[in-house]
């Protein structure tokens, strides 16, 4: 079984750019998460779909971060302008549902970004 | 604003057991207790997970107390392997908050 997906699994910009991370996650998983992971820090929740629905975006900076998922199966991060407190790996994990009690969550390998 | 404790880091040699403790004092009775760990550069992956009573499974088994304030991930065997960082998380609702973890070293 195919596991979850993204690309690029590393990119440099420089502060004010824009980038934007892809995400395909495991075939039939409803619920597909975005997550912010800092140098030396546990993974934080960014944003949370349910089919194309968002669940829970409360920790998106949506001044600068946008995402999106369309037809509800891949889904864009987007981050317009940087900061250089954004270099941080990107993860996208998958799940098969939305669940109160049992949840395993299937992660990609990141993306790694670096603003300079 | 995670609702776990961990030890930073901890020691382990290999084939020996290792017992990973985690403290969630304010855990609800809704709450189920995983735990994930992240091996180097790669994302986090579903070690085990538990309600109330102890659960084995081929990765680890899991030890709650009674009172289910603190939790222990147990390794039977340590390989070299197994050197990852440690996430013990509560998960209700969906809400999936993590810590800094522990991060276990297995020494030959």
């Known amino acids: 079984e195919a596991g979850v997906a993204q690309s690029p699994r590393y990119k440099i910009i420089e502060k004010r750019q824009s980038v934007a991370f892809w995400c395909n996650p495991i075939?039939?998983?409803?619920?597909l998460y975005w997550y912010q992971q800092i140098l030396g820090q546990g993974p934080k929740l960014l944003i949370q779909f349910q089919n194309n629905g968002v669940v829970d975006d409360s920790q998106l900076p949506k001044d600068r971060f946008s995402a999106e998922r369309l037809k509800g199966v891949d889904s864009t991060l987007k981050i317009q302008p940087a900061k250089l407190e954004d270099s941080a790996v990107y993860l996208c994990?998958?799940?098969?549902?939305?669940?109160?009690?049992?949840?395993?969550?299937?992660f990609g390998p990141g993306t790694r970004l670096t603003v300079l | 604003d995670a609702k776990t404790t961990q030890p930073n880091s901890m020691e382990s040699n290999e084939e020996e057991p290792v017992h990973l403790p985690c403290n969630h004092s304010?855990?609800?009775?809704?709450?189920?207790i995983h735990w994930y760990r992240q091996l180097p550069s790669q994302g986090p992956e579903y070690v085990i997970h538990?309600?109330?009573s102890n659960v084995n499974n081929r990765m680890a088994s899991l030890a709650i107390a009674e009172d289910r304030k603190s939790s222990t991930l147990i390794l039977h065997r340590a390989t070299l392997r197994d050197a990852a960082v440690y996430y013990c998380?509560?998960?209700?609702?969906?809400?999936?908050?993590f810590g800094a973890g522990t991060r276990l070293t297995v020494k030959p």
């Open positions: 304010t855990i609800s009775g809704t709450d189920y």
């Open positions: 998380i509560l998960m209700g609702h969906n809400d999936m908050r």
């Open positions: 075939s039939g998983h409803a619920t």
């Open positions: 994990a998958s799940s098969l549902e939305f669940a109160d009690s049992y949840n395993e969550q299937f």
């Open positions: 538990g309600l109330t």
